[in-house]
């Protein structure tokens, strides 16, 4: 009988020890499952409200089973309590008050009892083995890791990454990349969750990341901060573009990361399954890095609008294909390097805006400031371009146009901040014809033409202004962005709504001041509460 014992306590330690190495988790887990196992089991046998404890000694493998009980004068609950005189039987010194233990036989698993130990067991190492891979995993997003596809379910490929499995889900998939199970594949860690099913380490081959994790494996100068890849733009499968910056004169950045002969670069592109790189040296300067941005096409000049955060490119008329890219592709992927939406323009459109706009100003000056034909292209061609400009600008850059006076400079200013006066006093009588509150026109920035627009739009009381969200006011439509872009993506139904745009969107008003707006109109709410 003691043989027996012997071998059942040796096989139980030999069991967690198996255990805690298949699973790669802390012995003492595997014991600890154990006992909450037997506890149960325990409850079971001899009943669910008894305070049963358990506990296997890790070195010896012996197991003690116990119940806790309080010493009570008179008994309630003969399975938490007992009485003083039994106490003592247990324990001489036992009082009032105290919890003493009151040893278990061993109990005998049957048939259910051992399954559902089982379960239990099963049920405490996979969360251990879940919260391990979940603190091994968590802090390494953005690395390279290597695994073999284990399985393709639905398009998603699940990777066995050792300890662990990721998937590369299908929209971060390089396209038209064919993987078969029992392959090995590179990919990015694009995040890890804690999720109910356990870690979830979703993996990516198609994020701009990759990308550059892999130049820094196959270039030592980028792997020791020498040269900086400074931004990334891909279309995976097909092309990509990274500007480059060397932080030592001596070094050229674009020949480091090309290599002896494209070796470095042809080592990327394989395992990007022959995806086009363009290496582009980066620079501080916007229209220097646009430029560059667009080869190969080559580009006559830069128009910079820093309001609407828009990048105007003039190319000669035999470039514009080029600049373009088949389906818009390389002036997409140099607005996504850049940061900035950019139009292409040929010089004979450019032209064309040019002189339409100079028409369209010149029109403009005549009809509001009342001077003739030569004086308003004269102001144009000094580059004003809107009434404000006139009305607000210093004196003395009027009076220095050849021809200009202080007394003419004066004048023009005059004429049009009374211009702009009758502007804002014919939108406040329509603003006010279409019932908008005067409240709204004490919020921050809204002018009184921006408050025809809203009054147009249904929207003329303080509560219908604080129930949009700042994307319904501001946001520019999808289309516009797609534009600018360059991407010709037909535009799908379910798109048509979000292709209104807020409802402000043509007043360039940035997010920071849609924010100030919408709390402000909002703040009576909180006064009303008070």
Same mark, same amino acid.
């Given at each position: ?26 012995? $003492?887990?595997?014991?600890?499952? @154990? ?126 990454? *050792? ?18 199970? +029992? ?19 979703? =993996?990516?081959?198609?994020?701009? $990341?990759? @990308? ?47 290599? @002896? ?26 229209? !220097? ?22 990048? $105007? ?24 390097? !850049? ?6 323009? !040929? ?30 292209? =004269? ?9 404000? $400009? ?12 050849? *021809? ?35 409240? =709204? ?59 209104? +745009? ?11 001041? *849609?924010?100030?707006?919408? @709390? ?11």
């Amino acid at each position: 009988m003691a043989t027996a014992i012997s071998a059942n306590r040796a096989e139980l330690l030999a069991i967690a020890d198996a255990v805690a190495r298949e699973k790669l988790i802390d012995r $003492e887990i595997v014991i600890e499952a @154990m006992e909450d196992a037997i506890q149960r089991a325990a409850r079971a046998r001899y009943g669910a409200e008894n305070d049963i404890r358990a506990k296997i000694d890790g070195k010896t493998g012996d197991m003690r089973l116990w119940r806790v009980v309080e010493v009570v004068e008179a008994v309630d609950d003969y399975f938490k309590q007992v009485s003083v005189a039994d106490a003592q039987k247990l324990q001489k010194d036992a009082a009032i008050g105290d919890f003493i233990v009151d040893p278990l036989p061993p109990i005998e698993f049957g048939r259910i009892a051992a399954q559902a130990a089982k379960q239990v067991i099963f049920q405490k190492v996979r969360d251990a083995e879940r919260e391990r891979q979940y603190e091994e995993f968590k802090d390494r997003a953005n690395e390279i890791i290597t695994g073999v596809v284990k399985r393709v379910e639905f398009g998603h490929v699940v990777v066995d990454l *050792g300890r662990a499995e990721g998937v590369i889900r299908r929209d971060q998939q390089i396209p038209r990349e064919v993987v078969r199970v +029992g392959d090995r594949v590179r990919s990015l860690i694009l995040s890890v969750r804690r999720e109910n099913r356990g870690p979830q380490i979703f =993996l990516s081959r198609a994020h701009p $990341e990759f @990308m550059k994790k892999l130049f820094a494996q196959e270039v030592p100068e980028i792997y020791d901060g020498i040269i900086e890849i400074k931004a990334a733009a891909r279309d995976p499968g097909s092309r990509a573009k990274i500007g480059v910056i060397s932080h030592d004169g001596s070094i050229d950045p674009v020949g480091a990361c090309v290599g @002896m002969k494209g070796s470095r670069v042809q080592a990327v592109v394989q395992e990007m399954q022959g995806e086009k790189i363009d290496i582009i040296p980066w620079s501080p300067d916007t229209a !220097t890095f646009v430029v560059n941005a667009l080869q190969p096409a080559q580009v006559s000049r830069v128009v910079i609008d820093e309001e609407e955060e828009r990048i $105007e490119v003039v190319v000669p008329d035999d470039q514009l294909s080029l600049a373009i890219g088949r389906r818009g592709q390389n002036v997409r992927l140099a607005s996504q390097l !850049t940061g900035k939406a950019i139009d292409i323009l !040929t010089e004979a459109d450019a032209s064309e805006k040019r002189q339409k706009e100079f028409l369209q100003n010149s029109e403009l000056f005549q009809n509001e400031l009342d001077v003739d034909e030569t004086l308003a292209q =004269l102001l144009v061609a000094e580059g004003f371009g809107a009434l404000e $400009e006139v009305a607000y600008v210093e004196l003395d850059e009027l009076a220095s146009i050849e *021809g200009f006076d202080e007394e003419l400079g004066a004048e023009l200013q005059s004429r049009a901040q009374e211009a702009l006066e009758r502007r804002e006093q014919a939108a406040r009588e329509e603003r006010r014809s279409l019932g908008v509150e005067d409240a =709204l026109a004490e919020l921050p920035y809204l002018t009184e033409a921006m408050l025809v627009t809203l009054g147009k739009a249904g929207i003329k009381t303080l509560d219908d202004l604080a129930d949009l969200a700042t994307d319904e006011l501001i946001q520019k439509k999808r289309a516009e962005q797609r534009r600018r872009q360059g991407s010709d993506r037909p535009e799908r139904g379910g798109d048509r709504e979000e292709n209104k +745009g807020g409802v402000l969107a043509e007043y360039g008003l940035s997010e920071d001041q *849609g924010n100030e707006i919408i @709390m402000a109109a909002r703040a009576h709410w909180f006064t009303d509460e008070a």
